[in-house]
């Protein structure tokens, strides 16, 4: 069974950071992966970041990497604003072929996780 649960959510001031955790269990690692979605009330949901393998993925202000001794993916955000304040998701992008991130649109991605809160005060 696949599972995904993210962790690390909460509330920060303007210029903070935080660091968001999706332990995922069920998978082969090199078989998918794993993009962060973050969603805001009444707005489609917003693909922040993707990465595969032990890739290091940068996106502006936010990074994704693996932690492989908790066998968990990371997304650290740094210079949050309140902007950034949205439910913060992890899901499973298939990839058996190798392809990597090869997808932005949510219906390919296959399992998500629970969500956890992000929000950002001014």
């Known amino acids: 069974e696949v599972q995904l649960v993210e962790s690390g959510g909460g509330l920060v001031q303007a210029g903070g950071s935080l660091r968001l955790s999706c332990a995922t269990s069920?998978?082969?690692?090199?078989?998918?992966?794993i993009g962060w979605w973050r969603q805001v009330p009444g707005k489609k949901r917003e693909l922040v970041s993707c990465v595969k393998n032990s890739d290091l993925s940068t996106t502006g202000r936010f990074l994704t990497s693996h932690d492989n001794a908790r066998n968990s993916w990371i997304l650290q955000m740094n210079r949050l604003t309140p902007d950034d304040t949205a439910v913060y998701y992890c899901?499973?992008?298939?990839?058996?072929?190798?392809?990597?991130?090869?997808?932005?649109?949510?219906?390919?991605?296959?399992?998500w996780g629970q969500g956890t809160q992000v929000t950002v005060s001014s």
């Open positions: 069920g998978l082969t690692f090199n078989d998918y992966a």
């Open positions: 899901a499973v992008l298939p990839d058996t072929e190798g392809y990597g991130c090869y997808s932005r649109y949510e219906y390919e991605y296959h399992y």
